[in-house]
């Protein structure tokens, strides 16, 4: 028992406290790590009874949210935000506070192993050094274009790392995805921006600035792009100025958490949001007088709201709130941009801002960036999928994303992985990809790591967020970025950095001589300390509101599959992409259902009553790709023809508390991809088949459906 | 601001609304988005445990804040009302505290804050009956004990060492982060001064990145938690039963 509690090595890192720094700035790498010592003899900086503060970035989404974690003798008690971070300014979401339950998780990788693509995690277990041995094996023995890299959103310093080895080597540069970009839909955005002001960057939408907001399907409350960032920009519109609250419209198919906040929530058909900015766009340049800008000249408003299923009258409140406002803006995102028509409407909403908002702009790049790079989009990743089919793929390597489950089963990621001869995966966690792979090298959490990462949005400044261990790692991990220096060294690619320390020293280089930065140092080593006490380095960026060409913008209909009803898939707002493994979150109630632990399907009172439903009753709902069940959850605000059902859940993997829950609604996603590229997951249709079963949901809002008491009494 | 004697206040005794050392919440419902992310600090501060699904699901999940919504009207003119995190009142006279035989539900006279003491609870559940907000949740099972749920052996690491780990039995809720409030007033009192509002808050206002949640001393006109409450569109639920509850509610908006 002793030796289970007993307190682990302390990094002699520079904490939050300000005396330290002049300790730590002149220490090189090589005094990083303090000595195991006995409990007796605590590090000098260590009181017991006293916590110990360590700055670091949330890796549980690509966001870059500053954290600043509570340890105490050597165990990290909780997470806060780092208010000096200018993405969360001290604030976290519900992801980021349970990212603990994934550093002390019961099912983590525990040691270096033997997969051999076993069904569980029955591989046998092997030492770091016959692992480092593994892959420099691989890197010798096979071509450079026979080698690939897949790794997860967040361009971090692994990613760097990663795109440095393969340059050196000669094999194509590493490849970035996460299911949350694809839901994100960035490379519409991009494109868009790409069109309308001739740079692909992803949009800022000030909303702090604003007075009148109004999205076309945007769930930036909840998972999008930055969600706290975006939170706290929500909070400065409602709080308003010169005390005039902001007010929130929100247009969208099926009501998510962020359009449940919204002054007026309008429902519209799937597919059409593009036509409403245009013709909204129309209205306000009517009210406001003036020349009509090109985009909204040519569209018909009484058109549009006939085909989008919205009132005309209410259009003209809204087109006059919008006319009438000093800083209006209009933002789009969710699945508005997943339709074939996606690009488009994503124009539609950006002329909109060009003609009438000054609190619409374009990220500021990341520091040492010189144009944004983007995750890879669903198409690019089907390509990539193609290649491993192919066998022209020897070994992959895959870091910190999960395809086998975040890419859509359409897209063949399971099959195509049978080519490919070795795969190796740095996972932390069993999930379904590294089950599927030949070795598991487990890295370390981010609590446990070194590093940085870029934030692409959500503040309006340049933000390199670092990262540093708050404990030392709870299981027998080694940083991936340490496996694949020391595998190059051996395989013959000498590489100028002994370690990750040194190379991540080595890529902060660049920024010591900048002037104007959150901190500024005379050489690396005071350079890195003050970047760790910080929690990373930044420089504020002037915003520039961009120039758009003044051109025609067309909303084309969207292209749908044939079936009964439009599906519209939405990231679990408290799950995300990767929460599932960690069982706060799952026993956090979904914020517009309630329901906890499991996945349900959204269907509108009517409709339900018309199928024959109840709550809590298992439907089959069928789409030309595939086939999930799951619960019936009454949704009364939902249009008749559209059926909702929350992605996040649906692990066959994953550890305990995630696997065998639910299901996964992008088995349902078809292989069609809009103009930029991104899946046009929208334009899934499915059937609604009754099962007989019942399977009652556990919620939070009240107990009818577990005792099934009061059933058919609701409605 | 008004000097607090810490020794002095409480003399008036426990169903009493003493003037001095009162601490107070405002939450703007109108700025909360329901995001979750102060039920998800509360429960990694105060070693809430998780319960599973099946007994989720019949409604023991222990939750010490959660967020509430109601539905009004139908489609298409339906609409969510706003998100109203819930959590323990802090009753200035508070229906839970006569109720409880083992005298284990009691005013704090110092912070004057309604207290849990767990090691004085017998887990007869009468406070729970009585709590007209729905607040307190009851540990039916041992679930923070490794010996039954085995995930706890390594994710009880995580646990706060401020705050106790309850058992089977016992009733539990919201403590206005109690140990919070004593580490900010020991440090205080060590550097001889008084606690600053803002100095320090709980876990869920800290947390909330829409600043719905603000915390502090409302015996402090300064005092941010004051001044928000002097906004006059403030309400306290269930005032009408006379429980004087220490969270006023803004439904500004709309």
Redesign the interface.
Known sequence: MTQKISRRDFLKLAGVGAATTAVLTGCGPAAKFVTRQPYLKMPEYTYNGESTYYATTCRECAAACGLVVRT?QG???????NKANPV?L?????????T??G????DRVTAPTKQGRAKDLSGSAMNWDDAVATVSDILKKYKASEIAFLMGTAPDHLFDLATDLTGAMGASAPVRYGALSMFEGRATLAQAAQEMFGQPALPFFDLASADVVVSFGANF??TWVS??AY??G??KL??GHDRR?GLFFQFEAR?S??G??A?E???LRPGTEGLVALALGKLVAEARGGSMPKAFASVNVNEAAEKAGVELEALHVIAEEFAKANAPLAIVGGPALAHSNGVETTKAVYALNAAFSSSFFLSPLAPGEDVYHRPASAQEMSEFVKKLESGAVKALFIHGVNPAFELPKSLGFEAALKNVETVISFATFPDETALLSDYIFPDHHALESFGYQRAYTGANASVLSGLQPAVTP?VDTKATADVLLAAAAQAGFPFPYADEFAFIQGKLQQFVPIAGGSFAAPEINAFTAFFQQFGGWWKQADLVAPTASNGAVNAPEAEFEEGEFFLIPFVS??LGEAGANK???????D??T?V???TWVEI???TAHELGVENDDVVKIVSAAGEVEASVYLY?????DVIAIPFGQGHTAYG??AAG?GVNPADLFGAKFNAAGDLAYAGVKVRVEKTGKKQ??????S?I??YGEGLGEEH | MTTIDLNMVGAKGALVEAAEGKWGMVIDQ????????C???C???NNIA?????D????R?M?WI????F?EG???H???T??QPMLCQQCGKAPCEPVCPAFATVHSQSEQVNVQVYNRCVGTRYCGNNCPYQVRSFNWFDYNDERIN??I?????????DVTVRRRGIMEKCSFCIQRIHKAQDKAKSEGREVADGEFTT?CA???????IVFGRVDNPESLVSQLMAEGHGVQHLSELGTLPRVTYLV???
């Not at chain 1, 001290?90 to 349970?98: F, I």
């Not at chain 1, 069982?583 to 109630?589: H, I, K, R, V, Y």
């Not at chain 1, 009364?636 to 008749?640: E, K, T």
């Not at chain 1, 009652?696 to 809002?701: A, D, K, N, P, V």
Request: aromatic letters at 10%; hydrophobic letters at 35%; one cysteine or more.
């Open positions: 105490m165990r990290a008690i909780k997470v806060e935000g969360n001290g604030k976290t979401c519900a992801r980021g506070q349970t603990l339950q550093l002390y998780n019961p409350l909840e969600p706290v939170t706290r929500y909070s409602r709080k609250r009501m958490q962020t449940s906040v002054d929530w309008i429902a709870f707002p408290t069982p706060w979150l799952q026993e956090t109630a914020p517009t309630t906890m632990w499991n509108n009172p009517e009364p605000a939902i249009r008749p305990q508390f829950r009652y949901l556990s919620r939070l809002e107990k459906g577990v | 109108d700025l909360c988005t329901g995001c979750q992310a039920v998800t600090a429960a990694m501060e998780f319960v599973g699904e099946e989720a699901g019949y409604g999940s939750h959660r967020i509430e919504r539905w139908h489609y298409p339906v609409k969510m706003h998100y085995k995930a052996a390594t994710l009880k690491h995580q646990f706060n060492p876990a800290q947390a909330c990145p829409a600043d719905a500004g908006g709309q």
